[in-house]
């Protein structure tokens, strides 16, 4: 999906259907203003997206060729839209505006207040673990909060404050994106799953200078690591290598890839050796 302004001719949900040879545009809204997307874990035809000028949540469930419009959340502009079922759905305001988290359990029909959180602006990713199916939100600037009653209520588990939270399987991490030329302070931390009320803040180069927007967890079954890729605005392309073992904590380095031609899977290959942040961004 590609996210565009009111009058940008890239404006609306996008959609690929080669592997991102050829993409088609499609119509949300009558303003055509999406700015956050997100697909249901059960169901990859049943996608979310929120909009940059209203607090409605539009539904697709033929893989975003069609929407409907569910009506107001009560979030505020600019809000993010998450699924937690396929019928439970949150709603993380912006920072700056004056509303709570809202939730759903019926599809958008009615909402309800959930706890003050906020997202920094253009940034935000929850957490649920696929255990435990606790949810992990980072509030900017509230810090790490976690659910334990399906986003009814929040309790604060980290005052760093973040934004975007992804885990492995062995720790859940949350990082504090920023999305300004100036940058932000990354601030990324993580805890055990088996534990997620302590938080160790993890040391980080200087290089980068915001932290991930979203970040795309995997697990490589050769090397029997996970491995973490993120894009942070203004800073590049990111990438963490858990250790092997889950426990040992490394600096970040900062290495560009030795060819602007290596493959994706190429360069995540070359570091699995190492704990590492590398710098995907092409000097």
């Given at each position: 999906?590609?996210?565009?302004?009111?009058?940008?001719?890239?404006?609306?949900?996008?959609?690929?259907?080669?592997?991102?040879?050829?993409?088609?545009?499609?119509?949300?809204?009558?303003?055509?203003?999406?700015?956050?997307?997100?697909?249901?874990?059960?169901?990859?035809?049943?996608v979310?997206?929120?909009?940059?000028?209203?607090?409605?949540?539009?539904?697709?469930?033929?893989?975003?060729?069609?929407?409907?419009?569910?009506?107001?959340?009560?979030?505020?502009?600019s809000?993010?839209?998450?699924?937690?079922t396929?019928?439970?759905?949150?709603?993380?305001?912006?920072?700056?505006?004056?509303?709570?988290?809202?939730?759903?359990?019926?599809?958008?029909?009615?909402?309800?207040?959930?706890?003050?959180?906020?997202?920094?602006?253009?940034?935000?990713?929850?957490?649920?673990?696929?255990?435990?199916?606790?949810?992990?939100?980072?509030?900017?600037p509230?810090?790490?909060?976690?659910?334990?009653?399906?986003?009814?209520?929040f309790?604060?588990?980290?005052?760093?404050?973040?934004?975007?939270?992804?885990?492995?399987?062995?720790?859940?991490?949350?990082?504090?994106?920023?999305?300004?030329?100036?940058?932000?302070?990354?601030?990324?931390?993580?805890?055990?799953?088996?534990?997620?009320?302590?938080w160790?803040?993890?040391?980080?180069?200087?290089?980068?200078?915001?932290?991930?927007?979203?970040?795309?967890?995997?697990?490589?079954?050769v090397?029997?690591?996970?491995?973490?890729?993120?894009g942070?605005?203004?800073?590049?392309?990111?990438?963490?290598?858990?250790?092997?073992?889950?426990?040992?904590?490394?600096?970040?380095?900062?290495?560009?890839?030795?060819?602007?031609?290596?493959?994706?899977?190429t360069?995540?290959?070359?570091?699995?050796?190492?704990?590492?942040?590398?710098?995907?961004?092409?000097?």
């Open positions: 999906a590609c996210v565009g302004f009111p009058s940008d001719s890239t404006q609306g949900a996008w959609k690929s259907k080669d592997g991102g040879q050829t993409w088609k545009p499609y119509t949300i809204s009558n303003d055509n203003d999406p700015y956050s997307f997100d697909i249901d874990p059960s169901n990859s035809l049943h979310l997206a929120s909009t940059h000028a209203r607090d409605n949540i539009y539904e697709s469930k033929d893989g975003g060729e069609t929407w409907k419009d569910t009506g107001s959340s009560g979030a505020g502009l809000n993010y839209i998450f699924f937690v396929s019928t439970t759905w949150i709603a993380i305001p912006q920072e700056g505006q004056n509303s709570p988290v809202r939730r759903t359990t019926n599809s958008g029909q009615t909402w309800s207040d959930s706890t003050d959180i906020h997202h920094a602006h253009g940034n935000a990713q929850i957490y649920i673990d696929p255990t435990s199916k606790d949810i992990f939100i980072g509030g900017h509230e810090g790490v909060h976690r659910s334990t009653d399906n986003g009814v209520s309790t604060k588990v980290s005052s760093t404050i973040a934004s975007v939270t992804f885990g492995t399987g062995k720790y859940i991490y949350a990082m504090d994106p920023g999305a300004n030329s100036g940058g932000t302070p990354p601030r990324p931390q993580r805890a055990l799953r088996s534990d997620p009320t302590v160790t803040d993890m040391v980080y180069p200087e290089e980068m200078n915001n932290g991930m927007k979203r970040a795309a967890v995997s697990y490589d079954s090397s029997k690591r996970w491995v973490i890729v993120g942070n605005w203004n800073a590049g392309l990111w990438r963490y290598i858990e250790a092997a073992d889950g426990s040992t904590d490394s600096p970040f380095e900062t290495k560009s890839p030795s060819s602007s031609t290596e493959s994706p899977t360069k995540l290959s070359s570091a699995i050796t190492v704990v590492t942040y590398s710098n995907l961004k092409a000097d």
